[in-house]
């Protein structure tokens, strides 16, 4: 077995006990009763403003989990109608895209500099050439699989000068079907979550 694959196992094994654990010692009912009423008051307090904000962030760099944080909102919207959820997803996915954006400068800004010392040109092209081709097929399915590394993608799409326009609109479209699936499973949920 190589070692890659028994380091995954391990790490699956305990996680997997872990959540057991959890389960077991009803660790989510303490950490649920702490966190509500803070949550509630955030969501309140800011909004689809807060949630532009903080999607804005989720598109660069920083680790946050944007559909955690759709499903977390939703579940906390006190009677949202599905006008409501969608336009959660909305605001949401313009957010996320404007930092996907981001991102995408600074790797058109700064990326070619880095790739022209560690890449021959030869691989380049061919790099080059597959993005042209799959690139925005390849966008739409980070955009809705979670937990896909959209933001480093962004960088690459700058890097390799994809076009701007066409990034910007497939990111949107499928941030936006994902983030009002995540709306609608939170809104579901929310019964489950804080009841």
Not at 39 to 55: D, Q
Request: charged residues 15%; glycine residues 8%; aromatic residues 10%.
């Amino acid at each position: 077995m190589k070692k890659e694959h028994a380091i995954f196992i391990a790490l699956a094994i305990s996680a997997a006990i872990l959540i057991a654990l959890a389960l077991w010692l009803d660790l989510w009912g303490g950490l649920r009763e702490r966190i509500e009423g803070p949550a509630r008051g955030l969501v309140a307090s800011y909004g689809l403003p807060g949630t532009f904000v903080v999607m804005i962030l989720a598109g660069t760099a920083l680790p946050l989990a944007s559909p955690a944080i759709i499903a977390l909102c939703a579940s906390l919207m006190t009677s949202p109608t599905p006008l409501a959820l969608i336009a959660l997803a909305l605001v949401a996915a313009l957010g996320y895209t404007i930092g996907l954006m981001l991102n995408y400068v600074l790797g058109r800004l700064f990326g070619m500099k880095f790739v022209e010392e560690h890449v021959d040109q030869e691989r380049f092209e061919r790099l080059s050439t597959w993005l042209d081709r799959w690139g925005m097929g390849l966008v739409a399915a980070f955009c809705l699989v979670p937990m896909t590394p959209m933001e480093t993608l962004s960088l690459i799409c700058g890097v390799f000068k994809t076009h701007p326009v066409k990034f910007a609109l497939v990111s949107f479209i499928f941030k936006a079907v994902q983030c009002a699936i995540f709306a609608f499973i939170g809104h579901g949920l929310a019964g489950l979550i804080w009841d």
